[in-house]
């Protein structure tokens, strides 16, 4: 069984940074991705950032804001954030996925339970 538990959210104002982590247990040895994901209210859940082991993969909205970081050895991920804008408050999600084929944005099978992020103007 595979375990994602993300830390590291809160309430920033604009402007300010955030650093999410998140621990990875169980089968990780599968996991080809880890990446992660968010959802504001009302919409859907969207894509930020994934990380592979030949590649690194960012919604264009955050490139160069957002940093994603892997470490295969501890099983973890983690996204720094800078010069938060109030459109990032999301519930963020951490996820995995096995498969090696096909874009690293999609086909994640793994989900962590979300940590709030709230950035105010």
């Known amino acids: 069984q595979v375990q994602l538990v993300e830390s590291g959210g809160g309430w920033v104002q604009a402007g300010g940074s955030l650093r999410l982590s998140c621990a990875a247990s169980?089968?990780?040895?599968?996991?080809?991705?880890m990446g992660w994901f968010r959802q504001a209210p009302g919409k859907e859940r969207e894509f930020v950032a994934a990380k592979s082991g030949i590649s690194t993969a960012y919604k264009d909205s955050v490139e160069g804001r957002f940093t994603i970081s892997r470490d295969i050895a501890k099983n973890t991920v983690s996204l720094q954030m800078n010069s938060l804008k109030p459109e990032d408050t999301a519930v963020y999600y951490c996820a995995a996925r096995s498969a090696i084929v096909g874009p690293i944005t999609t086909s994640y099978e793994y989900w962590g339970q979300g940590t709030q992020v709230t950035v105010s103007s």
């Open positions: 169980g089968r990780t040895s599968s996991f080809y991705a």
